[in-house]
Antibody
């Protein structure tokens, strides 16, 4: 059973950088078969895909966030991380990490339980 | 970007009854659509992929149908644990997009 767990500060000040980590257990993040993703959900709104990383370190980001997002991987710790810069109140959301099989048309099969990040001074 | 719209926003149904949730895409996504169940404080759970295939361990009372732009999730006989938020997601075109969710509540 693959488990994903998000961690990081629950409160970030406006204009600062949001940083979160996802720890994967029950499976290796170095697998050739999966992409590792970040997804968020503001209160009362739909889910929004932020971006993904492959074990090689290659990344792909949502164009709406591309200029502010960075995702990295730490294979030795079986973790991947999200950095979102210059945050505003609009970035307040529950942030999820999730796994997706490699391929052009694949879905998210395992998710973390999410962590709430509030942007406020 | 493909816009995904779910209806209704809230659905009130009694336990034991059938629930029908709709999902519409702004352009064809073929059968590349998934449904997820969300409960507070829990990881979202994959229910359906490929528009109609049940994910591992998902009860047979959950079924998906549709292709192109119109999709439906049906829960045949609602159990207490089924009251949650349901979201659909297209994975036909990048960036992958989600609907805003349907809250299924007890009537």
């Amino acid at each position: 059973q693959v488990l994903l767990q998000e961690s990081g500060p629950g409160l970030v000040k406006p204009s600062q950088t949001l940083s979160l980590t996802c720890t994967v257990s029950g499976g290796s993040i170095t697998s050739d078969n999966y992409y590792w993703n970040w997804i968020r959900q503001p209160a009362g709104k739909g889910l929004e895909w932020i971006g993904r990383i492959y074990t090689s370190g290659s990344t792909n980001y949502n164009p709406s966030l591309d200029s502010r997002v960075s995702i990295s991987v730490n294979t030795s710790k079986n973790q991947f991380s999200l950095k979102l810069s210059s945050v505003t109140a609009a970035d307040t959301a529950v942030y999820y990490c999730a796994r997706r099989k490699v391929g052009a048309t694949t879905y998210f099969d395992y998710w973390g339980q999410g962590t709430l990040v509030t942007v406020s001074s | 970007e493909i816009v995904v719209t779910q209806s209704p926003a809230t659905l009130s149904v009694s336990p034991g009854e059938r629930a029908t949730l709709s999902c519409r895409a702004s352009q064809s996504v073929s059968s590349n659509l998934a449904w997820y169940q969300q409960k507070p404080g829990q990881a979202p759970r994959l229910l359906i992929y490929g528009a109609s295939a049940r994910a591992t361990g998902i009860p047979a009372r959950f079924s998906g149908s549709g292709s192109g732009t119109e999709f439906t999730l049906t829960i045949s006989s609602l159990q207490s644990e089924d009251f949650a938020v349901y979201s659909c997601q297209q994975y036909n075109s990048w960036p992958y997009t989600f609907g805003q969710g349907t809250k299924l509540e007890i009537k």
